[in-house]
């Protein structure tokens, strides 16, 4: 059978995700999704009512007329997670297969509200939702399995598409993570028995986000206990105290609801994203939130809210908020700027439980609304967080549990890919003949 890989979005940036694995007549996508700083750098740009070769143009989707060189039919359409740069471009893309969705139960629902959200498309693609440890037929002769991998976003799996050939293993996005506070640890177990049954991994395609950091990403149960040691040392204070983080981490954000009641405080959950991912998580029940948990989005009950905190006292109440990137028009930056009902005064604590993502807008960004908040007098404590993606060790793990015959680097630019390559050419991959470093718009014929 004839195995050809096309590498149409997230070969040379980390956004916009997209590949297809072709299997004899078979086609399976792997992601659509949003590299969003390409829509942010504009001035109010409203995305959902926009056209699919618009936003191509501008870099914010794949270009997938990549898909057209691809002979056969696409049979399902696979998001990993629900980060919008695996899932922001179903909207708009989904529409143009007539193939069903697939993915894991939380993952599903986000990818319900992007559906719902869009205003130009009508994608009625049909959803299907599908466990870690579940298979499903592709075709006659091919196999689609999930396998759970821990991210910082629940419901992350591995999709590995069996076929006669070997098996095509996807790894975008994920961390070695035995601890995750939510959920189930990775299944390493899994991935060692895939690289050793049948034909073992013909190919696989690795998230090099941390590609070129050394060492291990720590578990999800180290940036608890660091948050926990945060928040414990501001238990005597008898000011506000304001944390942020990403809406999508459900497991960050149950760590801070539980560690503010540890202290004495009331949580709220407050901005439009905070209130979409929480509640999506509670749901379909991968979560549980106290009773009283407060989750509010829109504008006017966000600020009933904040003179509820400012009437009874900042000192009884934790609000967890948006904008831990800065982003100018996020809870936080509005709170730096003093555009909410929210006082921030000289002692107060900010808690960033989040790393900066390092590309230079939002770099610029984050700087700014740090800046506002400091002039109030605002005490900072940054980067209380582990990352979500793989470094070094992981990858070398990777490798050695899967010992796959070809080697694709994805979710990163040629500089970000150069650990990567550096770490397979140690492991006896040669560039150009098992080791394929790519870009945007290719394909890659594997077997003929
Ligand atoms: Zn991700």
Request: negative net charge; contains cysteine; charged residues 25%.
């Amino acid at each position: 059978m004839d195995i050809e890989i096309a590498t149409i979005g997230g070969y040379e940036e980390v956004g916009r995700q997209m590949t297809a694995v072709r299997a004899g007549d078979d086609i399976v996508v792997f992601d659509m999704g949003l590299n969003l700083s390409k829509v942010l750098i504009h001035d109010n740009v409203q995305t959902e009512r926009m056209h699919s070769l618009d936003l191509i143009d501008m870099g914010a989707i794949p270009d997938d007329r990549v898909m057209s060189d691809l002979e056969g039919d696409v049979k399902a359409i696979v998001p990993t997670h629900g980060h919008l740069d695996h899932i922001g471009a179903i909207g708009k893309l989904a529409h143009r297969y007539d193939a069903p969705i697939v993915a894991s139960p939380y993952t599903l629902e986000l990818v319900r509200e992007e559906i719902n959200d869009e205003g130009k498309f009508a994608v009625d693609n049909d959803l299907v939702e599908m466990d870690a440890g579940e298979t499903m037929a592709i075709g006659d002769r091919c196999e689609l399995e999930f396998v759970n991998v821990t991210h910082s976003v629940i419901g992350a799996i591995n999709p590995v598409l069996h076929t006669p050939e070997g098996a095509v293993v996807y790894g975008l996005d994920k961390r070695v993570d035995h601890t995750p506070v939510v959920g189930d640890p990775i299944d390493m177990q899994r991935f060692r028995e895939i690289g050793r049954e049948g034909d073992g991994v013909l190919c696989y395609i690795e998230d090099c986000t941390n590609a070129n950091r050394k060492g291990r990403t720590p578990s999800e149960a180290v940036a608890r206990r660091q948050l926990k040691d945060v928040m414990h040392s501001m238990e005597d204070w008898d000011g506000g105290i304001v944390a942020t983080t990403f809406a999508s981490h459900i497991a960050r954000v149950k760590s801070l609801v539980e560690f503010a009641d540890d202290i004495g405080r009331e949580p709220i959950l407050l901005g439009r994203s905070m209130e979409k991912y929480s509640g999506a998580a509670e749901r379909i029940g991968a979560v549980t939130f106290p009773d009283n948990l407060g989750m509010f989005g829109h504008r006017k009950s966000v600020d009933r809210s904040l003179e509820r905190v400012m009437n009874e006292g900042k000192e009884n109440f934790l609000p967890i908020v948006t904008g831990h990137q800065g982003e100018p028009r996020a809870m936080l930056t509005r709170m730096g700027r003093g555009e909410t009902p929210y006082d921030i005064e000289d002692g107060d604590k900010v808690i960033f439980s989040a790393g900066v993502i390092p590309e230079p807008t939002n770099e610029g960004q984050r700087y700014q609304s740090e800046q506002l908040l400091r002039m109030q007098g605002a005490r900072i404590y940054d980067d209380v967080h582990v990352s979500g993606h793989l470094r070094q060790e992981g990858h070398y793990q990777m490798l050695d549990a899967l010992q796959p015959q070809h080697v694709i680097p994805a979710h990163q630019d040629m500089e970000g890919f150069s650990g990567y390559v550096s770490l397979a050419k140690s492991r006896g991959y040669t560039l150009g003949r098992d080791l394929h470093v790519t870009s945007n718009g290719n394909t890659i014929q594997l077997v003929e």
